[in-house]
């Protein structure tokens, strides 16, 4: 069965340093997002990212952060300059988005732990 | 803005005994999808089931059901007789489901999970 794969399942790093999370979405795909679970807290939304472009972005989503679809198969998340509060679980999900349903069903990665020092 | 509330942080029971999880939710679309997701200790997001707005008929699959009322914005997941494995942090969510034209990139809106434990 497809599913979504992500890279590395846990990240170190130093404040202030550049960290990509990679993510390789189910192949068919059109739709892809990040959310991010600081630990012991919600799945909260970070971007929504459709036809090479960012369709939704949150409040977290700020300047630090950026998507790409660098191929045709990895979606990756980098942090430019990682602060403390950045350490948290990150999902990433895909979904087919055609209307031939599963409708809306996302599709999560099992998460990769990053852990800012 | 959409919300999902789930009030209950935490619960334990005893093995065999059986539990549900409230979920309540708020958006003024009226087309929309409902979720509940597992998250066991290892981390992962565990799909159990999705829900559209238009059918608020209840669901079970095996020891899960699930009751779904649009009267009062709520969509609860009862566990019957639960087990050890069920012990979880179990997340109910919330998309809107779009205009004709827009299939699939609405984001997911998240409760704040509820930690079950089932004592052995």
């Known amino acids: 069965e497809p599913e979504v794969t992500q890279t590395p399942s846990h990240q170190v790093t130093q404040m202030g340093q550049e960290v990509i999370l990679r993510c390789v979405p189910i192949?068919?795909?059109?739709?892809f997002y990040w959310y991010r679970q600081i630990l012991g807290q919600k799945v909260e939304f970070l971007v929504s990212?459709?036809?090479?472009?960012?369709?939704?972005k949150s409040e977290i989503f700020d300047d630090q952060f950026s998507v790409e679809r660098p191929d045709g198969s990895n979606f990756t998340l980098k942090i430019r300059s990682t602060k403390l509060e950045d350490s948290a679980m990150y999902f990433c999900?895909?979904?087919?988005?055609?209307?031939?349903?599963?409708?809306?069903?996302?599709?999560f990665g099992p998460g990769t732990r990053l852990t800012v020092l | 803005a959409q919300k999902v509330t789930q009030a209950q942080t935490e619960i334990s029971v005893v093995e065999k005994e059986d539990v549900t999880l409230d979920c309540v939710y708020e958006?003024?679309?009226?087309?929309?999808?409902l979720f509940w997701y597992k998250q066991p200790p290892s981390g992962e997001l565990v799909f159990l089931i999705r829900?559209?707005?238009?059918?608020?008929q209840n669901e079970i699959s095996g020891r899960y059901s699930w009751n779904f009322q649009k009267s009062t914005s709520s969509f609860n997941f009862t566990i019957t007789a639960s087990q050890v494995v069920d012990s979880a942090v179990y997340f109910c969510?919330?998309?809107?489901?779009?205009?004709?034209?827009?299939?699939?990139?609405?984001?997911?809106?998240f409760g704040t999970g509820t930690r079950l434990t089932i004592i052995p």
């Open positions: 999900a895909s979904s087919d988005g055609r209307n031939s349903a599963p409708h809306n069903e996302q599709f």
């Open positions: 192949s068919n795909h059109l739709y």
């Open positions: 990212f459709y036809n090479n472009e960012i369709s939704e």
């Open positions: 958006t003024r679309d009226t087309t929309y999808y």
């Open positions: 829900r559209n707005s238009f059918d608020e």
């Open positions: 969510a919330l998309t809107l489901g779009g205009g004709i034209s827009n299939f699939g990139n609405e984001k997911l809106t």
